[in-house]
């Protein structure tokens, strides 16, 4: 399967291809305060399926090993790499895919840092 995707403003394009590793929600601090979001999806790839066909992502070293690409320009957040942590991996953030119902997420993580309020956000109207 190939997929592709991009950033807000289209300055970053990308393609993929083969199927994810898994598809997963990410609860945890970092993730949320870089994204501005209350949950972030990520799927996870080896790094030889993703390939930039557009643009050149800026890079922010987020931790010690952690790196989060994004657009220098809307300031999208698309991809993470941590080679000691996930070798050979990279995580692409999955609603910037342009079909992003293509792959369900399987499972929630780092979900004992999860905002209190999200574990009812499936009830809201």
């Known amino acids: 399967m190939k997929r592709s995707g991009g950033c807000h403003c289209g300055a970053i394009r990308y393609e993929v291809e083969g199927d994810p590793l898994t598809h997963v929600l990410c609860h945890c601090s970092d993730c949320r305060r870089h994204a501005g979001a209350p949950v972030v999806g990520w799927t996870?790839?080896?790094?030889?399926?993703l390939r930039v066909t557009r643009g050149i992502p800026r890079i922010y070293p987020s931790s010690p090993q952690g790196r989060r690409h994004f657009c220098?320009?809307?300031?999208?957040?698309?991809?993470y790499y941590n080679p000691e942590g996930l070798p050979g991996i990279v995580d692409i953030q999955s609603a910037t895919y342009d079909d992003p119902e293509a792959v369900p997420a399987r499972i929630q993580i780092q979900v004992a840092e999860r905002i209190a309020w999200m574990e009812q956000a499936h009830e809201l109207p």
């Open 72 to 79: 220098g320009d809307c300031g999208t957040g698309l991809f």
């Open 44 to 49: 996870m790839v080896p790094e030889t399926a």
